[in-house]
């Protein structure tokens, strides 16, 4: 039986259980914590293969993490082996003749768009983890502000080099743009949470990058008002990203940046960001959109300065919470016509849980695709306390997004953390099938086995 230094030979890549960091043992909330008897860096495919099968042979069950800012529970081990891909971090290749780059899966994010732009092309996918692995994109199908225009991290995997359950590496997907040979076995894998198998290797879509972007700001007085024009907007233009903010939540954001965010006396704002290949095309697109607006406060960004301050702001929102409190994130997409409806009840439940416990909720998000972020705040309670209101808030929450047709998952993924939302959303002939899927895919289950798919 191979020993596991003949595997990975440099020793300072094996780390024993009481060694363990405790940042390997969490989630990126750092709330909740597992244990495991291995912690090991592979940097090629092969050794991944390897320490797959070393893990069957010896009865281990194996947690995959990348940067650790899974936000449910998908990386927090319970025993057995961690496999850290941090170090599979490799541009493999650049193919402009395709616009395809293949990378490692351990690269981050801003790393990987960051090189692509130097070269004047584009990965679109902008989930608000830019320090993420690209891996772990995939493996929750992240999402992002300008999923409203480009779609989302599945829709720009073309190939997948994955170690499945026994140590066999698998390659699916192609440098093909129509690839409709078979069954698109790549799509299994993306969303799966790591419980199929390891991604090691991707190869992605690029784009060319852009010209010209723009960022405007339109102002309202009730989020209502903010959230009706949604349509109107989407029926006008298409536009790079379509963020809903009001105007208590945007003022975190400016206590914990620095900066002010424009059209202070609005009670709520639609941050849109336009692109194209001429500053002429996208005046158009802006100006066509203020007409069928009609009587709107607007401000338009008239430098990048501007710009990034603006989304700056956006961007600091769940940052400017941890700063003052423990938060839970949530994070729950609804059909679009329904935001204001989910947003109304947010309220509602706020202002309910607030003369009981005062418990106080932040919601902003997504507006043009309904992905609605929420951050439950602790402020001073109590584990007991921050337990029972979660509980509370959490069973309201998830019931209503079902009612109003939604699901318990935009781009986070399911994890530990949503199970019992999960099972209530998904029909049991789906989780069923689901099931079926995992264990053709890893009969042992030592693949995540803490993740949701095996406890449907």
Known sequence: ??????????????????????????????????????????????????????????????????????????????????????????????????????????????????????????YPPDPGAKNATVGGNISTNAGGMRAVKYGVTRDYVQALEVVMADGTVLNVGSKNIKDNTGLSLKHLFIGSEGTLGIITQCTLKLIAKPSVFETLIIGFNTIEQAVTNITTILQTLTPTALEFVERQVAQWGERYSGFQFPLPDSKAYLI??????????????????????????????????QANQIWAVRGSLVRAVEAVTEQDPIDIVVPINRIADFIHY?????????????????????????????????DGRDDKQWSEALEQIH?????????????????????????????????QENRQLMQLIKQQFDPNNILNHQVYITQL
């Open 1 to 122: 039986m191979k020993k596991l230094t003949d595997i990975i030979v440099d020793s300072d890549r094996i780390i024993t259980k009481d060694h363990i960091p405790q940042s390997h043992l969490t989630d990126g909330l750092k709330s909740h914590y597992g244990q495991a008897e291995i912690l090991v860096y592979p940097k090629t495919t092969d050794e991944v293969a390897q320490l797959v099968k070393y893990a069957n042979q010896n009865n281990l069950k194996i947690t995959t993490r990348g940067a650790g800012t899974n936000l449910v529970g998908s990386t927090i081990p319970n025993g057995g082996m961690i496999i850290d891909l941090s170090l599979m971090n490799a541009i493999i290749e650049l193919d402009k003749s395709t616009f395809t780059v293949t990378v490692q899966s351990g690269i981050l994010l801003q790393d990987l768009q960051q090189f692509v732009e130097k070269q004047n092309l584009f």
């Open 272 to 305: 849109i960001m336009l692109d194209g290949a001429n500053k002429q095309h996208i005046v158009q697109q802006r100006q066509q959109l203020l007409a069928n607006l009609g009587d709107c406060n607007y401000f338009i960004a008239e430098t990048i300065e």
């Open 346 to 378: 947010t309220k509602q439940l706020q202002s309910q849980s607030q003369s009981q416990s005062g418990v106080r909720m932040l919601a902003f998000g997504h507006a043009g695709d309904g992905n609605i972020h929420l951050c439950i705040l602790r």
């Open 395 to 427: 069973n309201a929450l998830y019931q209503k997004c079902h009612e109003l047709g939604g699901l318990p998952s935009a781009e986070h993924g399911i994890g530990t953390a949503k199970v019992k939302y999960f099972n209530n959303a998904i029909a």
